[in-house]
């Protein structure tokens, strides 16, 4: 909301200066979590002294808001930065702002705004009283954030995901891919080859190395992201994540959590609210658990020693003491009187013998679980495997296969002997997995992260692209509602054939995505994007590109190979750009960060 249009960036001479009275800007808090409250305008982000601190009254921090999703409200519009002089600077009257705290880490709390994560006791939920939240001006946002703008931002070779329709890269509106960030963030953003979305306002994000995909992070949470090759999404407000060596895929935890993560080589699904994740040794597992848990390897109150290198254990349910097993045993984990309860749905249970991986079921279920030296065979063909919640059919897959199975009430046919879970072919529905657990849905070597539950995952029938990708691509899916779910506004879906990167498009948009070689930031929601929306012409680009493509109604003969096309905003004919050397030195290391190297 606006009292008089978008905030603009008024200057006295120079670039726009950001002044402080004393020290970085604080975030204070009186009680629990620091609460980020507003009047009018953006949220501005008050401080005292010190780094901030999530506190809480009771459970985990809540974005609590009356109405509308939250917004950023000023008293005096939104920050402006003003100039006097020269190149825009950031000056402090004394010291670098920093986020100080009276008790406890800050909380986001609105009048009126975005939904909410509200909490009595357990898992955060996710509660909306009205729309999303409105990032509210008295005199409006920067003019940098408005339709028709091109914004060239990224250093050259970076891939830029833009913005919401009709505008070409306005970098920081809420849940936008590459938001940059909004006002008052520090982002460093990242050299050449890395897709970052970036962080909103409040959140400090020094992001990451070349041939990282960071998804980065919410609103108060510091992120301080991860070496090369690997693929973090880090997690949502409060958070404090270290995330993880070269080689890990880390999707990290909600609100609330400390997650040490795991060193290289493992795969850490992390844990919800509440939870204090350790993690394991090399080489080894861990799906970890449900809310209130710690080290999810066990539930809460118990001891966890984990596992030596080699081993995947995924635990047990709240309330027993599992003291897990050494390598080449096998894991009896579940309390006493069971049958292989193993762990709660949506967690990895390597039940099975050692050196085989088994996704196993919630607890209630039997398990026939598969022979030592499988990779979870989960039976040979043609049996029915309960290593599903109830009312699944699962024919599974004969031995050397990977299938990590599905949610309750889904039918999933998965595969024939030799394929690694193509899930389900042409006309079926495959869920795939609850959030928080891998499903390997890809072929060998490629790490498909799939979708919460509620999805629906159409992942691809025979021949066609977005198979969720073919070996050594990287495919992390998308949220609730979306089909295709590659793509709603925020995610980053790398789907489409061998090499490629694609940051597909927001929610409710169709994408085709793009043919291998070439990178495809594709298009603003609302549009159908088969590398460019309805009623377009687009010759696109030839692979080794970079094309940010257009919305509806523009015409954009893109670049001939190696060339960046930045694209515009509807109504405009856009030529475009010459093109540009792609060196040696960048096939190579384009080469090493497929080959994950």
Known sequence: MHQEGPSTL??????????????????????????????????????????????????????????????????????????????????????????????????LTHQQGPPT???????????????????????????????????????????????????????????????????????????????????????????????????????????????????????????????????????????????????AGTINTD??????????????????????????????????????????????????????????????????????????????????????????????????DTPVGTINTDTPAGTTNTHTPAGIINTDTPAGTINTDAPGGTTNTDTPAGTINTDTPAGTINTDTPPGTINTDTPPGTTNTDTPGGITNTDTPPGTINTDTPAGTTNTDTPAGTINTDTPAGTINTDTPAGTITIDTPAGTTNTDTPAGTTNTDTPAGTINTDTPPGTINTDTPAGTINTDTPPGTINTDTPPGTTNTDTPGGITNTDTPPVTITKLSIVRLARIRGGS
């Open 117 to 263: 994560l509200t909490h009595q006791e357990g898992s955060p939920t996710l509660t909306h009283q009205q729309g999303p939240p409105t990032l509210t001006h008295q005199q409006g946002p920067p003019t940098l954030t408005h339709q028709g703008i091109i914004n060239t931002d990224t250093p050259g070779g970076t891939i830029n995901t833009d913005t919401p329709a009709g505008i070409i890269n306005t970098d920081t509106p809420v849940g936008i891919i590459n938001t940059d960030t909004p006002v008052g963030t520090i982002n460093t953003d990242t050299p050449v080859g890395i897709i970052n979305t970036d962080t909103p306002a409040g959140t400090i994000n020094t992001d990451t190395p070349v041939g990282i995909i960071n998804t980065d992070t919410p609103v108060g949470t510091i992120n301080t992201d991860t070496p090369a090759g690997i693929i973090n999404t880090d997690t949502p407000a409060g958070t404090i994540n270290t995330d993880t060596p070269a080689g890990i895929i880390n999707t990290d935890t909600p609100a609330g959590t400390i997650n040490t993560d795991t060193p």
């Open 10 to 107: 008024t200057h006295q001479e120079g670039p726009p200066t950001l002044t402080h009275q004393e020290g970085p800007s604080t975030l204070t808090h009186q009680e629990g979590p620091s609460t980020l409250t507003h009047q009018q305008g953006p949220s501005t982000l008050t401080h005292q002294q010190g780094s901030p601190t999530l506190t809480h009254q009771e459970g985990s921090p809540t974005l609590t808001h009356q109405q509308g999703p939250p917004t950023l409200m000023h008293q005096e519009g939104p920050s402006t930065l003003t100039h006097q002089e020269g190149l825009p600077t950031l000056t402090h009257q004394e010291g670098p702002s920093t986020l100080t705290h009276q008790e406890g880490p800050s909380t």
């Open 271 to 368: 844990t919800p609210v509440g939870t204090i994740n350790t993690d394991t040794p090399a080489g080894t597992t861990n799906t970890h658990t449900p809310a209130g848990i710690i080290n999810t390897d066990t539930p809460a109150g118990t001891t966890n020693t984990h596992t030596p290198a080699g081993i995947i254990n995924t635990d047990t349910p709240a309330g027993t003491t599992n003291t897990h097993t050494p390598v080449g045993t096998i894991n009896t984990d579940t309390p006493a009187g069971t049958t292989n309860t193993d762990t709660p749905v949506g967690i990895i249970n390597t039940d099975t013998p050692a050196g085989t991986i088994n996704t196993d079921t919630p607890a209630g279920t039997i398990n026939t």
